[in-house]
């Protein structure tokens, strides 16, 4: 368990309002990452935060924005909600472990856009 | 871009047995890991083994070991005395790690579509 938390865990809600998703780690880590996961495409990074305010685009970023304004909490928003967005949302945080690094999974977010 | 394939989209096995599920890849990277992640009916993304590149060894974790071959690009993952638990779906990943300009590593990791392993009693 690497502390990580999200929030909502399920939501619904319709096309066109803006949704924010929160992720929160207790554990001090310098990466966090969004991934949304699809029938028949695994999961694809939307972005990742290499530390405060230091945010990049993933492979699927359109339609997402990400703030981080402090090292516990990473929020994915989604600007206006469209129905491609229906998935399942995880967070994710880099650790060190020995001679590299390994990535821990938040429980996950399943948002469906009505 | 890496790419990560699994071509078995769906495997089953008989409890107590030994399966071996696929996973190759395509890199130009000398240095990388390489992952397999089980996600039970949960959702919760669960890391089973990890294996470095530059490492010839075959990493093992109790039941769970990889072949990994390195020219041929190929990152097996067998499972052994096969149990009921062991039902998910698994999911082969890569890892490059790189600096980009301000000097912060990244970490991303890039999943392949996953096999669904059915145990079967």
């Known amino acids: 368990d690497a502390g990580i938390t999200q929030s909502p865990r399920h939501k619904v809600t319709e096309t066109g309002t803006p949704v924010t998703l929160r992720c929160h780690q207790t554990e001090n880590h310098r990466y966090m990452y969004w991934y949304r996961q699809d029938p028949g495409h695994g999961l694809r990074l939307i972005h990742y935060s290499y530390g405060v305010k230091d945010t990049d685009k993933g492979e699927v970023s359109d339609g997402y924005s990400v703030s981080r304004s402090k090292t516990e909490d990473f929020l994915l928003t989604l600007e206006s909600a469209t129905s491609s967005q229906t998935s399942v949302y995880f967070c994710?945080?880099?650790?060190?472990?020995?001679?590299?690094?390994?990535?821990?999974f938040g429980p996950g977010t399943r948002l469906t856009v009505t | 871009a890496q790419t990560v394939t699994q071509s078995q989209p769906e495997m089953s096995v008989q409890e107590a047995e030994t399966v071996t599920l696929s996973c190759t890849y395509d890199t130009s990277e000398n240095n990388y890991y390489l992952f397999w992640y089980k996600q039970p009916p949960s959702r919760q993304m669960i890391l089973v083994i990890r294996?470095?590149?530059?490492?010839?060894q075959n990493a093992t974790e109790n039941r769970f070991s990889v072949n990994f071959q390195k020219a041929a690009k190929s990152f097996s993952l067998k499972i052994s005395d096969s149990q009921l638990g062991d039902t998910a779906m698994y999911f082969c990943?890569?890892?490059?790690?790189?600096?980009?300009?301000?000097?912060?590593?990244?970490?991303?990791?890039?999943f392949g579509k996953g096999t669904k392993l059915s145990v079967i009693p």
């Open positions: 994710a945080i880099s650790e060190s472990r020995g001679s590299g690094y390994e990535q821990y």
């Open positions: 294996q470095e590149a530059y490492k010839q």
């Open positions: 990943a890569f890892m490059k790690s790189w600096l980009d300009g301000s000097g912060a590593g990244s970490y991303q990791l890039t």
